[in-house]
């Protein structure tokens, strides 16, 4: 076998362009999120839309944690075969993986129905159901989320998403137009979303059928690419430690992508502990029945860019995990620092934004809630949330060079401190002192992220060099 059998073969999109594509979908998923919990403030009184940012809360860190990693997995696993020439990619341990946590997931939501139907819920059944139907069925959407991304098929990706969120904004504008009533109503958009998301997924899949059909009638001269079966018949043959080191390293093996998967699990739990610790904790400790909502609104001002910027985050780490696999050390750190430089632009926007008319804005225009925002706090938030898509972009990078377990270290130190500020009562005011424990966590976990980032770039530098 030549040596130019092993070359990458070429990107069908380029990771600016399926950003931006990518970005349309999940800019309108951001924004119907933002107003499906809008909405449900307006049309439910103010103790049952607090009980439905908790189910959302409690939903989204159980799929982030449990569901997340195996996207990344798949997503980082195909795009690094996409680049050295592969046209298969296993399934089976990934699937494994999320079959194995969904059941998990499982029996611990079975276990623990009395408390959180009595104590989370306040005794609606319905909310649980809610939670567990939804949870089980974001099992399916997160893994062809990672395939969609993997393959760089960020129109679909897109689609996905915004096909879910579509679908969870129709319920609460039911009620709020009549067709529907009560907190019930509302909450199944929840759980229905992930359904009608999977509907872009046969089209996904036979799309790629046809791009299979395509590579396997192409010459095999000796410029074409290997495929995983002319690499396993390459190990049998004299002088082929390379395409040894090259098929070890490309394989999913269970304890890789177990390990990934338990390493990137530890970093989506750290982040949703930054986004949803203050609002259970305030919810815990709090004599106001309504504050823990109150929280939650204004964390929303960070949750809602960041989900926008799933679509940055899931462009960027095929793209750099193509780059890796080819030694673009270069376009590599170029890729991370304009991402970097936007995020910057666009946090100090919104940190303006919110000096000048955010406590207006939430007061009267989003929530209809009488509570008194303090300006200082919610700029704070923008700021948080700057520092806290700068890590992300820091984190992916990590995960491209395969430093998962360095990368949720600094999550978790992040996420420790945090719940341990929101813990001790250094400032009073509830709604403040999760305002500036966010501002402080991410900036620790944007150092730390740094520190690793340079460490893997000056080493990448001296084997180049």
Request: glycine content about 10%; overall charge positive.
């Amino acid at each position: 076998m030549s040596a130019s059998r092993l070359a990458p073969a070429a990107p069908t999109r380029s990771y600016g362009s399926g950003a931006r594509i990518l970005s349309i979908g999940i800019a309108s998923t951001g924004l119907l999120t933002f107003a499906y919990f809008s909405i449900a403030s307006h049309v439910l009184g103010e103790s049952s839309a607090k009980r439905i940012d908790l189910l959302w809360s409690v939903m989204f860190v159980i799929i982030s944690v449990i569901y997340r990693p195996i996207e990344q997995l798949l997503s980082r696993t195909i795009a690094e075969r996409r680049a050295r020439g592969h046209a298969e990619h296993a399934m089976r341990v990934p699937m494994s993986i999320q079959a194995a946590f969904a059941a998990i997931f499982l029996v611990v939501a079975l276990a623990l129905h009395g408390e959180l139907v009595n104590h989370l819920f306040e005794h609606h059944e319905a909310l649980y159901d809610v939670l567990v139907v939804g949870t089980l069925a974001y099992a399916a959407s997160y893994f062809a989320r990672g395939w969609l991304a993997g393959h760089q098929r960020f129109g679909l990706f897109g689609a996905l998403v915004l096909m879910e969120s579509v679908s969870r904004i129709s319920f609460a504008i039911a009620v709020a137009i009549g067709i529907a009533s009560g907190q019930t109503a509302v909450a199944m958009g929840i759980a229905a979303a992930p359904f009608v998301s999977l509907v872009v997924v046969p089209l996904a899949f036979a799309r790629g059928r046809g791009e299979r059909g395509e590579v396997s009638a192409q010459p095999h001269g000796p410029d074409a690419p290997i495929t995983a079966d002319e690499a396993d018949a390459a190990l049998a043959g004299p002088g082929t430690e390379g395409v040894q080191e090259l098929a070890a390293h490309e394989e999913i093996s269970l304890r890789r992508g177990g390990g990934f998967a338990v390493w990137v699990s530890g970093i989506m739990l750290s982040e949703q502990t930054l986004l949803n610790a203050a609002v259970l904790t305030v919810d815990a400790t709090s004599r106001s029945r309504t504050l823990a909502g109150v929280v939650f609104n204004v964390l929303l001002i960070a949750r809602a860019p960041l989900q926008l910027f799933q679509a940055i985050q899931t462009s960027l780490l095929p793209h750099l995990t193509g780059l890796e696999a080819t030694a673009g050390h270069d376009a590599f750190a170029r890729a991370i620092r304009t991402t970097i430089l936007a995020i910057a632009a666009f946090a100090t926007a919104v940190a303006v934004g919110l000096l000048l008319v955010g406590p207006f804005a939430l007061r009267h225009v989003f929530f209809g809630q009488n509570y008194d925002y303090g300006r200082v706090g919610l700029a704070l938030i923008g700021v948080g949330m700057g520092l806290h898509l700068s890590s992300g972009a820091l984190n992916q990078a990590a995960l491209a060079r395969d430093r998962a377990r360095a990368a949720a270290g600094c999550w978790l130190l992040a996420a420790v401190a945090f719940v341990t500020w929101m813990l001790i009562p250094a400032v009073s005011d509830q709604l403040l002192r999760a305002e500036i424990g966010y501002a402080g966590a991410t900036a620790v976990l944007t150092v730390a992220l740094t520190l690793l980032y340079r460490q893997g770039t000056r080493g990448r530098t001296q084997l180049s060099s």
